[in-house]
Nanobody, 119 residues
Framework: QVQLVESGGGLVQAGGSLRLSCAAS????????MGWFRQAPGKERELVAR????????YYVNSEKGRFTISRDNAKNTVYLQMNSLKPVDTAVYYC????????????WGQGTQVTVSS
């Protein structure tokens, strides 16, 4: 059974940085699309960044590009989300997800990790 486990969340002051990790196990993710999502209370879950495992190509949503960086470590089967210049509006539960192709649905999800940014 494929599994994703997030870690690295916590409490940080505005302007600070965090690096989230998503450890993948239980199968081969070499052809998968990986994504970081977030969901704040009362809001819809939204895509933050996306990465194709096979070639490392990335995609960022709106203004998050420049503050957030998605990357991978093939040896560790881990995807990261580096978050810099954090703002209180970034406060949310952050989820790692995976799908087999760009056209597929996101069908593998981690448990989420809480990120809280104080002002």
């Amino acid at each position: 059974q494929v599994q994703l486990v997030e870690s690295g969340g916590g409490l940080v002051q505005a302007g600070g940085s965090l690096r989230l990790s998503c450890a993948a196990s239980g199968g081969s993710f070499s052809s998968y699309i990986m994504g970081w999502f977030r969901q704040a209370p009362g809001k819809e879950r939204e895509l933050v960044a996306r990465l194709a495992w096979n070639d490392g190509s990335t995609y960022y949503v709106n203004s998050e590009k420049g503050r957030f960086t998605i990357s991978r470590d093939n040896a560790k089967n881990t995807v990261y989300l580096q978050m810099n210049s954090l703002k209180p509006v970034d406060t949310a539960v952050y989820y790692c997800a995976a799908k087999r192709s760009y056209g597929a649905s996101w069908d593998v999800w981690g448990q989420g990790t809480q990120v809280t940014v104080s002002s």
